[in-house]
């Protein structure tokens, strides 16, 4: 169940360089070129914060070599963090939508 930890540690290191700059990044104002809308961004940099919960939650205990009790409880963690991220770009792109349909009218 442990696997290689060196393996989970590019893992994570990759999840977090790629992810979580961003994520930050919108969080603090920036605004991405495609996204035109605050209202957009804030659920999509929160959901990108939530994807990335999955990271440490899978690999530390993997690469600490914790009890597969341990493991399996940070996996559903990591689930209810991926519902979470499902829910927040659900919300994202109704906001979009709703941003369209005002700029068609």
């Known amino acids: 169940m442990d696997g290689n930890p060196a393996y989970h540690a590019v893992a994570l290191a990759a999840a ?4 979580l700059p961003p994520a930050v990044a919108m969080l603090a104002g920036w605004t991405p070129p495609k996204l035109t809308s605050r209202a957009t ?6 959901a ?4 990335y919960a999955n990271a440490p ?5 993997r690469m600490l070599s914790a009890a597969p009790g341990v493991v399996t409880a940070c996996m559903a963690a990591g689930l209810a ?4 991220a499902v829910a927040l770009l659900v919300r994202a792109a109704r906001a979009a ?3 369209t349909s005002q700029i068609g009218s």
């Open 16 to 19: 977090t360089l790629l992810m």
């Open 41 to 46: 961004v804030v659920p999509y940099a929160w």
């Open 48 to 51: 990108l914060v939530c994807l």
């Open 57 to 61: 939650l899978n690999a530390v205990p």
């Open 81 to 84: 963090f991926s519902a979470a």
């Open 97 to 99: 939508r709703s941003l």
